[in-house]
């Protein structure tokens, strides 16, 4: 992407402060799609029909949403839509921990926290469920007086979020740059030659013969391990590095159709929409408007 539709911004978290928390009453949404280098816990209030776009996923939510994104390259935005509702609640926390295993976060006691973490690098959405658990912990937050008490309330609210069930990730790895991660040997192998060798034709049997099973057993293994067919699985990696290289390059849309292992424009283009609700043009458009790097 050409760097001059950037704007580069300073996040209000300077190095002293551990908690930024924004709590505010609006009428739309107008600010453009962005990154930034802080981690960062957003909570929508009232807003059904607000589209929320993060990385190459677009979802219209319902009338809460709460969204964990850990990573700085991951772009987001939360637009008006067709959201009507003229009093919205938007409550953003930023915040910047270290979660490396050999600080203070590396600990026992924060491990459901720094897995929860760690999956957040793809933007990671709640369930209503979870949402409720710690409602009365984010309504009272902004509150709080005491620095010291805010962060206690906050890691709190982390770790109730963090043993929640029916959590999901939003971006596909490949959009968001996410190393290939995965429990099991066999399927961790084939996940990387996949993402290393996407742009080539990926056969069935060879594939199973890198897991060292036979193919009719390897289908069945790999959707029982990942909830995915093994079609479903490659079309979707594909997918995600072509929507990284619509947003991050000038290239043709031709031109990463068939580098991203696409041998068919219109079949590309047609599995792109069916996927992704817009056409590949209009996914670049979407992210060529002004971006900010807060």
Same mark, same amino acid.
């Given at each position: &992407?050409?760097?001059?539709? %950037?704007?580069? /911004?300073?996040?209000?978290?300077?190095?002293?402060?551990?908690?930024?928390?924004?709590?505010?009453?609006?009428? /739309?949404?107008?600010?453009?799609?962005?990154?930034?280098?802080?981690?960062?816990?957003?909570?929508?209030?009232?807003?059904?029909?607000?589209?929320?776009? +993060?990385?190459?996923?677009?979802?219209?939510?319902?009338?809460?949403?709460?969204?964990?994104?850990?990573? #700085?390259?991951?772009?987001? $935005?939360?637009?008006?839509?067709?959201?009507?509702?003229?009093?919205? =609640?938007?409550?953003?926390?930023?915040?910047?921990?270290?979660?490396?295993?050999?600080?203070?976060?590396?600990?026992? #006691?924060?491990?459901?926290?720094?897995? &929860?973490?760690?999956?957040?690098?793809?933007?990671?959405?709640?369930?209503?469920?979870?949402?409720?658990?710690?409602?009365?912990?984010?309504?009272?937050?902004?509150? %709080?007086?005491?620095?010291?008490?805010? +962060?206690?309330?906050? &890691?709190? %609210?982390?770790?109730?979020?963090?043993?929640?069930?029916?959590?999901?990730?939003?971006?596909?790895?490949?959009?968001?740059?996410?190393?290939?991660?995965?429990?099991?040997?066999?399927?961790?192998? $084939?996940?990387?030659?996949?993402?290393?060798?996407?742009?080539?034709?990926?056969?069935?049997?060879?594939?199973?013969?890198?897991?060292? &099973?036979? #193919?009719?057993?390897?289908?069945?293994?790999?959707?029982?391990?990942?909830?995915?067919?093994?079609?479903?699985?490659?079309?979707?990696?594909?997918?995600?590095?072509?929507? =990284?290289?619509?947003?991050?390059?000038?290239?043709?849309?031709?031109?990463?159709?068939?580098?991203?292992?696409?041998?068919?424009?219109?079949?590309?283009? =047609? %599995?792109?929409?069916?996927?992704?609700?817009?056409?590949?043009?209009?996914?670049?458009?979407?992210?060529?408007?002004?971006? $900010?790097?807060?």
């Amino acid at each position: &992407m050409d760097e001059k539709k %950037i704007i580069h /911004e300073i996040s209000p978290l300077n190095g002293k402060d551990v908690l930024y928390i924004a709590d505010r009453r609006k009428k /739309e949404f107008t600010y453009p799609i962005h990154n930034h280098v802080v981690q960062e816990l957003n909570f929508v209030e009232h807003a059904k029909g607000v589209k929320r776009i +993060v990385g190459d996923s677009a979802e219209v939510i319902d009338e809460y949403d709460l969204v964990l994104i850990t990573s #700085p390259d991951l772009e987001h $935005v939360w637009e008006q839509n067709e959201c009507r509702n003229e009093d919205i =609640r938007e409550i953003t926390i930023q915040f910047d921990f270290d979660m490396g295993e050999d600080g203070f976060f590396g600990r026992n #006691p924060f491990f459901s926290i720094r897995k &929860m973490m760690n999956e957040a690098r793809k933007g990671l959405v709640f369930p209503l469920e979870a949402i409720m658990r710690v409602y009365p912990l984010l309504d009272s937050l902004s509150s %709080i007086d005491d620095g010291f008490y805010a +962060v206690q309330q906050f &890691m709190t %609210i982390l770790y109730e979020l963090s043993k929640c069930h029916g959590t999901r990730t939003l971006a596909s790895s490949s959009f968001a740059k996410i190393a290939v991660e995965d429990d099991s040997r066999r399927i961790l192998k $084939v996940k990387n030659h996949i993402s290393l060798n996407y742009k080539y034709e990926l056969r069935l049997a060879a594939l199973a013969d890198i897991a060292g &099973m036979s #193919p009719s057993a390897f289908s069945r293994f790999f959707k029982l391990h990942t909830g995915r067919n093994l079609s479903e699985y490659i079309i979707d990696i594909r997918l995600g590095y072509a929507s =990284r290289m619509l947003v991050d390059t000038a290239r043709s849309i031709s031109e990463i159709a068939f580098e991203c292992g696409f041998n068919n424009l219109s079949n590309f283009n =047609r %599995i792109f929409k069916k996927k992704k609700k817009c056409s590949p043009s209009e996914f670049r458009e979407n992210y060529h408007k002004k971006r $900010v790097i807060v």
